[in-house]
């Protein structure tokens, strides 16, 4: 059972994982698996299962809300939807065999990745929308897709820290419909690929009773912290807080590394 003093962190953690995830059509997992690990120092499979958990529910919180502003591109979140099976089953099968150590590290140069992207790659900053075009890349979109379910089983991560720049920045998907087409698709990848990771690994790499009662108190605030986020999106200045969360990242990124090296 958890203590009272447990599942209030846990209520916070998921606050903040959630506001990132909404916010930046991330699924809040860049921030939840590392906490979990470092800072509850529970084992990084667990985290993983909490945070697939985790992310169906944020995930769906801020696309019933993208829904009503008319922000999903339907077809787009299909095709990813689809590409994203192969990657899940490929994913759920490398965690299953590979030491948390090893996990941590693939994590932290993850995000290294990422960061490096961010810096790199010029995308559109610009909040605007647009309709669905009627001809779209599928394989380029099933691909994306693939990845996301690989990264969502590997990791936890839901894949929109690689889904949300590449549609804006390759695709051309303004940066609020590939938020809000990331997000969709997480909510399909993510619930496929928990069912896949407590088959696989319940009972052998993660308790399946801790797994639900961590998710059980991270929840409310994922969920709560999305909601916000979405709601506030319109008047945030996106710019600088991408400029925060990446160096919060960076942070990040050096703990799992050192602690997956044993430093």
């Known amino acids: 059972m958890l203590s009272a003093i447990d599942v209030i962190l846990f209520l916070i953690t998921g606050l903040v994982a959630g ?16 906490v979990l690990t470092l800072g509850f120092g529970l084992p990084v499979h667990l985290a993983i299962a909490v945070s697939l958990i985790s992310n169906i529910f944020v995930s769906l919180t801020s696309v ?3 829904n009503r502003k008319g922000l999903l591109h339907r077809k787009t979140i299909l095709i990813m939807n689809a590409g994203s099976i192969g990657g899940i089953l490929i994913g759920t099968l490398v965690a299953a065999h590979s030491p948390a150590e090893a996990i941590k590290v693939i994590f932290g140069c993850f995000l290294l990745v990422l960061i490096a992207e961010a810096l790199l790659v010029k995308r559109e900053l610009d909040l605007g929308q647009g309709k669905e075009p009627e001809r779209l ?11 996301m379910g690989l990264l969502g089983a590997l990791l936890g991560i ?9 549609q804006n920045a ?9 938020i809000a087409n990331s997000l969709a698709t997480i909510v399909v990848s993510a619930s496929v690929g928990a069912i896949a990771y407590f088959i696989v690994g319940s009972g052998t790499l993660f308790s399946a009773s801790d797994a639900l009662l961590t998710a059980a108190a991270i929840v409310p605030g994922a969920v709560l912290g999305a909601k916000l986020a979405t709601m506030a999106s319109d008047r945030l200045p996106m710019k600088y807080i991408r400029y925060i969360f990446y160096l919060v990242l960076l942070y990040i990124s050096y703990n799992m590394i050192r602690s997956g090296m044993g430093w």
């Open 137 to 147: 890349n599928v394989p380029a979109f099933s691909v994306l897709g693939f990845f």
């Open 19 to 34: 506001s990132f995830g909404g916010l930046l059509g991330l699924g809040g997992a860049v921030i939840l698996v590392p």
């Open 170 to 178: 390759l695709l051309k998907v303004p940066l609020k419909n590939a």
């Open 158 to 166: 839901g894949g929109g820290t690689m889904a949300v720049p590449v």
């Open 64 to 66: 019933i809300s993208y």
